[in-house]
């Protein structure tokens, strides 16, 4: 990849977006994560507006700190760079309160963390005349669905939905991103305890691209060549309804 082409065809995507939408600038969440830094890095180079913001939510100490670092270095380069804390804990311990039950309702409140999130990047974008930009890589995109509906997939534009994980790397490291980031596993921030994505899925997103990209279904498979096929393919069907637009029941010309 001739990564310093990639991030000036996207820096000027972005500009042009921005442009387009007679908006001023951009809000993106920072999760400490590779994602939202190199997404939030990106728009910072192209000198507009930008306001990160942190959200938690229960959070794990660690992504915390990466996401400070992150902003501390993004504003330390950049000059069009703000930042927000917003405390979003209190909201949804009141939330979780409101609809306890016996049910096993874990994964259903960590999707309201992301959704609380983007109710309120949609709030400061609003009023400020910004946009949402998204921080979703191909793979969770477009691959397997790993989003949030109306959460984190909840956005006005998505400069690197287009990039595997593994490019999302290579550009992270053209523009130096620290390295604390570089080198933690990723993970969703959705949930109290540590849990990688890895943990989440069953499968590495190296694993996963090399699924998207398998074109020949003939060939020899190992045991885990064929466990991660059956993963990535699993969660690509279940998950069409976050991949495809939104279904419109048409009504026949007739009966109008």
């Known amino acids: 990849m001739r990564t310093k082409e990639v991030i000036k065809h ?3 995507w972005i500009i042009q977006y921005n442009k387009e939408s007679k908006t001023k600038g951009f809000v993106v969440g920072i999760s400490g994560g590779i994602d939202s830094a190199l997404t939030s890095t ?3 180079k192209t000198k507009l507006p930008l306001i990160c913001f942190e959200m938690p939510i229960h959070q794990n100490k660690k992504e915390i700190l990466r996401g400070k670092k992150h902003i501390a270095w993004l504003k330390q380069k950049y000059n069009n760079v703000s930042s927000i804390v917003f405390d979003l804990t209190n909201v949804f311990d009141n939330f979780k309160n409101l609809t306890s039950n016996d049910n096993d309702n874990s994964l259903a409140l960590a999707n309201t963390r992301s959704r609380l999130r983007m109710t309120s990047l949609y709030y400061f974008a609003q009023i400020n005349n910004y946009l949402v930009a998204g921080t979703g890589n191909k793979v969770e995109d477009f691959g397997i669905g790993f989003f949030t509906k109306y959460g984190d ?9 287009d990039l595997f994980k593994t490019e999302v790397y290579l550009l992270s490291k053209e523009l130096n991103i620290i390295n604390d980031i570089l080198i933690a596993p990723p993970t969703d ?3 109290e305890e540590e849990r990688t994505d890895e943990d989440q899925i069953g499968a590495s997103y190296k694993e996963l691209e090399w699924a998207m990209n398998l074109d020949n279904l003939d060939k020899k498979l190992s045991e885990r060549e064929q466990k991660v096929l059956a993963i990535y393919t699993k969660l690509n069907r279940v998950n069409k309804h976050k991949t495809l637009p939104i279904p419109v029941c048409k009504i026949p010309e007739n009966l109008k």
Not at 154 to 160: A, R, W
């Open 10 to 12: 996207i820096q000027n």
């Open 153 to 161: 997939g909840g956005v006005d534009l998505s400069p690197i939905a």
């Open 42 to 44: 990106l728009i910072a």
């Open 189 to 191: 921030g959705l949930w």
